[in-house]
């Protein structure tokens, strides 16, 4: 399967930035659609953004649509989520996974998570 680990999470306060980066390894990358997931506190796991397999289409949770926006490199393995505007409801563990769309939402086609990277954003 797809091996994934995120970075570039942390503190930021709301209306700030952040940008998150997504390293593949063991398949190859450009294979798979992708997609970034978040989990806060108390909450269960969400769907944030998804992109297709050559970049051409992605697809955004409502809750960030104007505000993140996905993309990758399918050359350098890479896959990134440039989050603008942050608010404190926007504060998880950001994931990204491999991902398939089936029954109107986007879901991990591994059966796995990564570490997953921290996102804070202060009031």
């Known amino acids: 399967q797809l091996q994934t680990v995120e970075s570039g999470g942390g503190l930021v306060q709301a209306g700030g930035s952040l940008r998150l980066s997504c390293a593949t390894s063991?398949?190859?990358?450009?294979?798979?659609?992708m997609g970034w997931f978040r989990q806060g506190s108390g909450r269960g796991r969400e769907f944030v953004a998804a992109?297709?397999?050559?970049?051409?289409?992605?697809d955004y949770a409502d809750s960030v649509k104007g505000r993140f926006t996905v993309s990758r490199d399918n050359a350098k393995d890479m896959m990134y989520l440039q989050m603008n505007n942050l608010a404190p409801e926007d504060t998880a563990v950001y994931y990204c996974?491999?991902?398939?769309?089936?029954?109107?939402?986007?879901?991990?086609?591994?059966?796995?998570w990564g570490p997953g990277t921290q996102v804070t954003v202060s009031s």
């Open positions: 992109i297709t397999r050559s970049g051409n289409s992605t």
């Open positions: 996974t491999p991902a398939n769309f089936r029954s109107g939402t986007w879901y991990n086609s591994n059966d796995f």
């Open positions: 063991g398949r190859i990358f450009s294979w798979y659609n």
